[in-house]
């Protein structure tokens, strides 16, 4: 025997729940092939996610058994552990640590193998003792289950019917999702899936009639799968490498996310291109594993806790005006995030990202697994790459000025507004939000006029839904006060005849192309402009698709007037003429930058606001359905992409157009429009992300918000006129 069985072991061992049922020769018979161990405090027997083979006996001691970090239950003698790997179930679903000094009896698959060929009913009579072992754990959870749900009226049936791409199918409930689908289609893996057009991860349990389609990258929801689950991958590397390690996953650029650093790195500098280097080898290491990605409910109490042990404090207070009892949390090793949508199975298929410096810390390129199914090229994504760490899209000195502002104010994060606004500071935050806006239109008026009339072209554009409108009707008011009297040019009157509109790749016209304005046209009547002439301004006919014949408008610049040009080439170089003094143009560029982190991992990017904006706007005012505005919106931005942030870089001022409480006043609308999606609707699962993505919010009334902000540009009670 090579346990050097004491009396104490074998009391322990005929105690044990599975071998109990056997009597004394074949108790003995198993003692030949049992292996004998002792750990110390704080072992590791087996750990949550490695493979094994080997089953475990408690000779004497404890032991704690946690799972994503929660601790599930503890053991001691005689109670056994590991049975489902010496079963066959490679991969340990659970963490074993030791807490004080044990002793265990080990049975790993190949001691049980040489049971079988020494002594074959012995080995038989123990599986069925531990198949039975089994049975009687799962019966008992199911009385659990039912004890905590409560009596139903109906019992749940036993078989569902699931209808996908392949035909309807009839399963077993419980059954994956990942299960009834297939693993590529078209050389694309199949990462997720739309179950009843809710985006959700493979091994989502299906328990009710349902409609499941695979997604894979090529999809909306294959791409926001694919960039949260790369983000959540660099947290773990980040936590691999140094615990103390602080990155925080910032601005959505097009396919690049901006990465903060902060903490550790011995307390020193930090030296960000060889941090790159690091973390991309970490995240290989973890992509080579095939690391896995996982979710669980959690307790409330119990999700703040493991939030606040990794450090995420502003996480952890937002769970403190959590609707529901239980939330979900995804992890894919230590770091655990709010779940706000589905992660990839396995890390095994993420690949081609790369981590760049940035003036901000560094940068995360997604790979061509998302710039390709765009229909970028390589070297316009490096184009992309260069620029961003260049002039970053959300660096200006307005964004960080207002960062900086929200921080004195102690609002960092949406768990931050959410006591704030349980404070009942509602209305003070808005007031210093607008105050700072007009302090700063009231700067550009000041900047204007200091430059005593040699200032004459104001060129402002920005992106779909950015508060343009509103924004120059106040720098109008703000120029009128310093004594400038504003002169609106339309760039709209200035395209050229239909049939000389330049088409995109699919052969329609592409009235965004800088090519559809007479550019020769404008310059020449900017430059006459600029010298003191009168000039004929064309009017164009949108129906007819053509100039109006005539003479056109007459328009001149007296010396205390400047003309604002609005425009989504109002920033371009080649709209500008190129004898123009640089003292006589400025250009504006006009666009959403700070918004709220949830946690590291998710914030509102800036994309997502406007589209929120745009829906309620849209839907309030336009009677467009927020289904219509949605299904447009993937057109809008491939055109912000090509026309409009190329033009970023030539900007001599930002505005940001944010307001830290504005989601939770577009809540108010957006969620009753958002629910007018239905299921089935192509544009669903974007509607069901957006309602995820603003559900957090304390929901606040606009009975506050003054007839000037931006924000009155989408709600509705502004005091301009459109």
């Given at each position: 025997m090579r346990l050097g069985v004491t009396q104490e072991d074998l009391d322990a061992l005929s105690r044990n729940a599975i071998l109990g049922s056997l009597d004394p020769h074949e108790l003995a018979a198993l003692i030949e092939v049992l292996a004998q161990?002792?750990?110390?405090?704080?072992?590791?027997?087996?750990?949550?996610?490695d493979e094994g083979d080997t089953m475990f006996f408690i000779l004497e001691g404890r032991a704690v058994v946690t799972r994503n970090g929660q601790v599930l239950r503890r053991l001691q003698a005689p109670e056994h552990f590991g049975e489902l790997a010496m079963l066959g179930v490679r991969r340990r679903a659970a963490t074993v640590t030791a807490e004080g000094i044990m002793r265990l009896a080990r049975l790993s698959r190949a001691r049980y193998q040489a049971l079988a060929d020494r002594h074959p009913p012995v080995a038989l009579h123990l599986l069925q003792a531990v198949v039975a072992t089994l049975g009687d754990d799962v019966t008992s959870l199911s009385d659990s289950v039912i004890a905590l749900s409560g009596r139903r009226n109906a019992a749940r049936p036993i078989n569902i019917r699931v209808r996908t791409p392949a035909g309807v199918k009839q399963v077993v409930a419980g059954t994956g999702a990942g299960a009834l689908l297939p693993a590529q289609i078209e050389g694309r893996p199949?990462?997720?899936?739309?179950?009843?057009?809710?985006?959700?991860?493979?091994?989502?349990?299906?328990?009710s009639d349902a409609v499941l389609e695979p997604v894979v990258v090529a999809d909306l929801a294959g791409r926001d799968c694919l960039r949260r689950s790369l983000g959540l991958l660099l947290l773990e590397a980040g936590h691999a490498i140094d615990p103390q390690l602080e990155l925080r996953l910032g601005h959505a650029v097009d396919d690049l996310r901006v990465v903060t650093v902060a903490g550790s790195e011995l307390a020193g500098p930090i030296d960000n291109a060889g941090l790159c280097r690091r973390l991309e080898r970490a995240m290989q290491r973890m992509v080579e594993q095939d690391l896995e990605f996982r979710w669980d409910y959690w307790n409330v109490d119990e999700a703040r806790a493991q939030l606040q042990?990794?450090?995420?404090?502003?996480?952890?207070?937002?769970?403190?005006?959590a609707r529901s009892p239980v939330v979900a949390l995804q992890t894919c090793g230590q770091v655990h995030a709010s779940?706000?949508?589905?992660?990839?199975p396995g890390a095994g298929v993420l690949g081609g990202f790369r981590l760049l410096p940035h003036p901000e810390g560094l940068l995360l390129d997604h790979g061509p697994q998302l710039w390709a199914e765009a229909g970028i090229d390589a070297a316009a994504h490096q184009a992309e790459v260069e620029r961003e760490q260049r002039c970053p899209r959300f660096g200006a000195p307005m964004v960080r000025a207002h960062r900086e502002l929200l921080a004195t104010m102690g609002v960092a994060s949406v768990g931050d507004f959410n006591e704030l606004c349980v404070r009942g500071e509602v209305a003070r935050l808005i007031r210093v939000s607008e105050g700072f806006h007009e302090k700063r239109i009231g700067q550009i008026a000041d900047e204007?006029?200091?430059?005593?009339?040699?200032?004459?072209?104001?060129?402002?554009?920005?992106?779909?839904?950015?508060?343009?409108?509103?924004?120059?009707?106040r720098l109008s008011v703000q120029l009128e006060v310093a004594g400038i009297s504003p002169v609106n040019l339309s760039l709209d009157d200035y395209y050229v005849d239909r049939e000389r509109s330049p088409r995109d790749e699919a052969g329609e016209h592409d009235f965004e192309a800088l090519e559809a304005l007479d550019l020769a046209l404008l310059r020449s009547q900017l430059q006459a402009l600029v010298a003191g002439e009168t000039v004929a301004t064309p009017r164009y006919d949108f129906k007819a698709g053509c100039r109006v014949p005539g003479p056109g408008v007459p328009l001149s610049l007296q010396p205390h007037q400047v003309l604002l040009i609005e425009g989504i080439h109002a920033l371009a170089d080649a709209l500008w003429p190129a004898e123009l003094a640089p003292q006589a143009g400025m250009r504006i560029f006009v666009h959403p930058s700070t918004t709220l982190p949830i946690d590291r991992l998710t914030s509102t990017s800036s994309a997502d606001l406007r589209l929120l904006r745009r829906i309620v706007r849209d839907r309030h005012g336009r009677a467009t359905t927020a289904a219509d505005s949605i299904a447009r919106w993937p057109s809008v931005r491939r055109g912000e992409r090509r026309h409009i942030y190329p033009t970023y870089g030539n900007a001599d001022l930002v505005f940001d157009t944010a307001l830290p409480y504005e989601i939770a006043v577009l809540k108010v609308y957006a969620e009753r429009y958002l629910l007018e999606v239905r299921e089935g609707d192509p544009s669903y699962p974007v509607a069901y992300r957006l309602r995820q993505l603003i559900d957090p919010y304390v929901t606040i009334y606009p009975d506050h918000v003054p007839p000037t902000s931006i924000l009155r540009e989408f709600v509705g009670g502004s005091g301009f006129e459109y």
């Open positions: 161990l002792a750990v110390t405090p704080g072992t590791q027997l087996v750990r949550e996610g199949v990462i997720a899936a739309l179950l009843d057009s809710r985006p959700t991860m493979l091994d989502t349990p299906l328990v042990r990794q450090g995420w404090e502003d996480a952890a207070l937002l769970l403190r005006t779940y706000v949508g589905p992660l990839v204007i006029a200091g430059r005593g009339g040699a200032l004459r072209i104001i060129g402002i554009a920005g992106p779909s839904s950015s508060g343009k409108t509103t924004f120059i009707k």
